[in-house]
């Protein structure tokens, strides 16, 4: 399987995944990406806290930009 990287991509950073992960498809990988930004989106009402994150990248292996999940379209199915 493929490994696939997952770039934080926030208003005045950018963090890198160092391990990735393996998964079955680039479909797999978009997934992914929307769930971490839901993730790190519900942590952030929990604790109050201004979110700065704007995407997440996917980088193939190679390190190449192959994918972006923006917030607004990971949210799109549950925010009205």
């Known amino acids: 399987m493929p490994r696939y990287y997952f770039q934080i991509v926030e208003r005045n950073a950018v963090l890198d995944d160092l391990d990735g992960a393996e998964l079955a498809s680039i479909q797999d990988a978009r997934r992914e ?25 996917i980088r193939n292996e190679a390190g190449e930009v192959i994918a972006s999940v923006t917030y607004d379209e990971a949210m799109e199915d549950i925010l009205p």
């Open 33 to 57: 990406a929307e769930r971490a930004i839901r993730e790190i989106a519900a942590e952030h009402l929990q604790i109050e806290s201004r979110l700065e994150l704007t995407s997440i990248q």
